[in-house]
């Protein structure tokens, strides 16, 4: 499994952004999506997953500001930020593993086993 992310830049404070993971090797519908974040000295974040059935789950920090949704035709993940903030800034990587299960979802870095190259997310004040 490849993935290829992509979307970020520089936005100013309340801009939005919407970040693509395109994957290949497996469908990403067969598989529990996430993305995750990491600022500068800091540990890797989770933002936010969708499972094989298709109900997303959020950091609470994030509810109501970000969207994951997916396309199965495209074999693609997004990540739809809207009101973004100065603290956003950080670079963003999407995340897969492979699951039979409808509803494994995980919420922390060792739940996935592919990861993207990440894409820097970079908001000003």
């Known amino acids: 499994v490849q993935l290829q992310a992509s979307g970020g830049g520089l936005v100013q404070a309340g801009g939005s952004l919407r970040l693509s993971c395109a994957a290949s090797g497996r469908a990403v519908s067969s598989s529990a999506m996430g993305w995750f974040r990491q600022a500068p000295g800091k540990e890797r974040e989770f933002v936010a997953a969708?499972?094989?059935?298709?109900?997303?789950f959020y950091e609470d920090t994030h509810k109501g500001r970000f969207t994951i949704s997916r396309d199965n035709a495209k074999n693609t993940v997004y990540l739809q930020m809207n009101s973004l903030k100065p603290e956003d800034t950080a670079v963003y990587y999407c995340?897969?593993?492979?699951?039979?299960?409808?509803?494994?979802?995980?919420?922390?870095?060792?739940?996935?086993?592919?990861w993207g190259q990440g894409t820097q997310v970079t908001v000003s004040s």
């Open positions: 995340a897969a593993t492979w699951t039979n299960s409808d509803t494994y979802t995980p919420n922390v870095p060792n739940g996935y086993d592919h």
């Open positions: 969708l499972n094989r059935y298709g109900t997303a």
